[in-house]
């Protein structure tokens, strides 16, 4: 008998799950998700890497379950966040891109994020990490459900000692707070040393949070802003693998993992928390031996090609997901939300989303439809550059950026990409090519069709800059002005 038992869901949730899966628990979990930063679908040793160890990251798996194409909404840093955190194609809630120091506009307060599913249960809430999803009030996690934060507003490449920033941008914040006392800027990392003890703070921070709430509900969401660059280990993991300084910050990163179980474990709660692991988008190749592996799959991050797009995902809730399970269905980021609105009988949000329960797939149904009929890929200005419906894979003509087989930089140091590459519209079969390098569309007429016609419909609705269309359901972000210049 579990210790909560006075935070009982509504009796819709005591049905089974869809098929032959588990039942669905009686009591609400806790929620655990561990965000990464640009680490690629290849970069876990259950996955397939043999130079990067990722023992608590493959124990999750082995007792849980692991999916094999799972997605980002798109493959870049902001729009990814916002996907998970509200359950939308990022450019319906006006997200796009990659949002800068300068940028005046984030997501809108008003949309409904995890935190604000479970704050009606009296779950208590908090973020450590990334942002990245605006960082000027009212943006900042504590308008959006999290009852603390304590990390860094957008990515860590943003200050000027990194090569590749602008030296216009100021020095990278640390920021802090609570809803009672709001949420700003308490200190500042100008150079390395900073980034080398980020993990660490963040993992004992989302430790200590578990050692104040392991009494009652709680939802605890850890985008590490690691291994995005310029990567910073810890001095205990520094030249501690034969990857390099990569291999260093992922296993880190597991022991953050390992960390944050032990946690969860000495208070008893582990198999009462669903714990979730997945990453934002693939890895930022150009950067060689300071990026990760797509584990073969084409291009990375910048690209909807498989090895932008397809990224970690692993769950763990022993009372649903069985032990050593793995599912090949399609899922995707803005899945996130409704499933823990389902889990924990939470608040549904009253702005229309995109995403779909995977109670279903989590259970271990062999009956299970995929929770989509097609899954859609914008990137840049709103360009639908492609979508994945069952099997297949179909491009859209676009442009794109690639290395063209070229080496990555190295030493921290990028390779420049050619960003004149072309693909016209093509399609690709998964379960035989995975890797995107066969155009079957001359073959499968039928199947172009039917994909065609489920585009021109996400056309309509969330647009397309590719074909001049504006999607009448597309709700922009909130912009705060510009403060004005004195005299």
Request: charged share 25%.
């Given at each position: ?21 588990k ?10 998700v ?31 379950m ?14 990814s ?43 208590a ?29 957008y ?66 969401y ?6 995005h ?43 009462e928390?669903?714990?979730i ?22 291009e ?36 996130v ?121 996400a056309?309509?609705?969330?647009g397309?800059?590719l ?21």
């Amino acid at each position: 008998m579990t210790r909560h038992t006075s935070m009982i869901v509504p009796a819709l949730l005591f049905t089974l799950a869809c098929g032959f899966g588990k039942p669905l628990p009686a009591t609400p979990p806790n929620v655990v998700v561990i965000f990464t930063d640009d680490q690629g679908w290849g970069d876990l040793s259950c996955q397939g890497s043999e130079e990067i160890p990722t023992p608590h990251i493959d124990r999750l798996a082995a007792e849980g379950m692991r999916f094999t194409d799972f997605y980002a909404s798109q493959p870049v840093c902001s729009a990814s966040r916002a996907s998970l955190l509200t359950g939308c194609y990022a450019n319906r809630v006006g997200i796009r891109g990659a949002l800068v120091p300068s940028s005046r506009s984030g997501l809108d307060p008003d949309e409904h994020t995890i935190a604000e599913v479970v704050k009606p249960l009296g779950y208590a809430t908090a973020c450590y990490g990334k942002w990245h999803l605006g960082h000027l009030d009212p943006f900042v996690p504590t308008r959006q459900g999290f009852d603390e934060y304590y990390g860094i507003p957008y990515s860590n490449d943003m200050w000027p000692g990194h090569p590749e920033s602008p030296k216009a941008w100021p020095r990278l914040p640390i920021y802090a707070g609570d809803v009672e006392s709001g949420c700003g800027p308490i200190e500042y990392i100008d150079d390395l040393d900073g980034q080398d003890l980020i993990t660490r703070e963040l993992t004992e921070r989302a430790v200590d949070f578990i050692d104040r709430n392991a009494d009652g509900r709680f939802l605890l969401y850890v985008p590490h802003s690691m291994p995005h660059v310029p990567l910073g280990a810890g001095p205990a993991f520094r030249q501690s693998t034969m990857f390099g300084p990569y291999g260093d910050v992922i296993k880190e990163i597991d022991w953050s993992v390992g960390r944050i179980r032990e946690a969860l474990e000495r208070h008893g709660i582990l198999d009462e928390t669903i714990f979730i692991f997945t990453s934002d988008n693939g890895p930022w190749l150009s950067y060689g031996d300071h990026a990760g592996t797509t584990g073969g799959l084409r291009e990375g991050k910048g690209t909807t090609f498989e090895g932008g797009v397809r990224v970690p995902m692993i769950v763990r809730y022993p009372p649903l997901v069985p032990q050593g399970s793995v599912c090949s269905q399609p899922a995707m980021m803005i899945d996130v939300l409704p499933t823990i609105v389902e889990l924990t009988g939470g608040e549904h949000p009253t702005r229309k989303i995109d995403g779909r329960s995977i109670v279903p797939q989590l259970s271990g149904s062999r009956t299970a439809p995929d929770p989509h009929e097609a899954l859609f890929f914008w990137y840049r200005n709103d360009e639908l550059q492609a979508m994945r419906m069952g099997r297949w894979k179909l491009h859209f003509p676009h442009s794109y950026r690639s290395l063209e087989g070229r080496p990555g930089g190295n030493n921290g140091r990028p390779t420049k990409y050619n960003y004149g590459m072309r693909i016209g519209l093509e399609l690709f079969d998964m379960e035989s090519d995975p890797n995107e390098t066969t155009d079957v569309s001359g073959e499968h007429p039928e199947v172009l069709a039917r994909m065609t016609t489920l585009a021109d419909d996400a056309r309509r609705r969330l647009g397309d800059t590719l074909n001049d269309m504006t999607g009448d359901e597309v709700r922009p972000p909130r912009k705060v002005p510009a403060p004005e210049k004195q005299e």
